[in-house]
C-alpha cells in the first residue's frame, strides 16, 4: 500500500495519473521542449509560502488568517516565473498588520496593510514589501469590504514581487 502511495504521489508530482486499466496518462500534453521546461519551472516555483499570521483584533472576517493565505496562494501560484530569472528558492511570510472598518459619508471604509517579507535561507531576510488598500462600499458591506480590502492588498504586495526579487538576488 505505502508503494502505491509513493507511485501516486510521484505520478501527480510528474504530472500523470493512473487510468482505470493500471495505464498511466498524461495530464499535461506539450507541444515543445520549452513548454515542458516551463511546466517543471511552474511546478518548482522559487518561492514558497511561510507563516501567515495576523496582527489585528477580530474584524469581521471569520479566520482572517486562512483568507490571508489562500489569497496568498492564489498570487503566487498565478505568477508566471518561466519569464523571471531568478536564482535559489526563497520563503514568502506574510502578516496581515492593519485591518479596519469605519463608517464615512459615502459608506463603509476598509482599509488593510499586509506586510510580506521575503527570506533565502543562506543570508536570511532579502526583502519586504507592503501592501495597502482601501475599499468603501455599502454600510451594510462589513465582511465583504474587509475582504475586498484584504484582496487589494495582497494583491498590491504580490504585483512587484518577482522583479523585487530579480533585483535583490
Not at 518561492?47 to 492564489?74: E, F, N
Request: aromatic share 2%.
Amino acid at each position: 500500500m505505502a508503494a502505491g502511495l509513493v507511485a501516486m504521489g510521484a505520478a501527480a508530482l510528474f504530472g500523470l495519473t493512473e487510468a482505470p486499466r493500471g495505464e498511466t496518462i498524461p495530464l499535461l500534453l506539450v507541444d515543445s521542449a520549452r513548454e515542458a521546461r516551463a511546466g517543471v519551472a511552474l511546478r518548482t516555483a522559487p518561492v514558497v509560502l511561510g507563516d501567515v499570521t495576523t496582527r489585528v483584533s477580530p474584524t469581521h472576517l471569520q479566520d482572517p488568517v486562512s483568507i490571508l493565505r489562500d489569497y496568498l496562494k492564489t498570487e503566487l501560484g498565478a505568477i508566471d516565473w518561466t519569464k523571471r530569472h531568478i536564482k535559489g528558492r526563497y520563503t514568502l511570510v506574510a502578516a496581515l498588520v492593519r485591518l479596519e472598518s469605519s463608517t464615512s459619508k459615502s459608506g463603509l471604509v476598509s482599509s488593510c496593510t499586509v506586510a510580506t517579507a521575503v527570506h533565502d535561507s543562506k543570508h536570511g531576510l532579502l526583502l519586504t514589501i507592503d501592501g495597502k488598500a482601501q475599499v468603501e462600499g455599502a454600510p451594510s458591506a462589513g465582511s465583504g469590504a474587509e475582504r475586498e480590502a484584504l484582496a487589494a492588498a495582497v494583491h498590491s504586495s504580490m504585483g512587484s514581487l518577482p522583479d523585487a526579487i530579480a533585483r535583490a538576488q
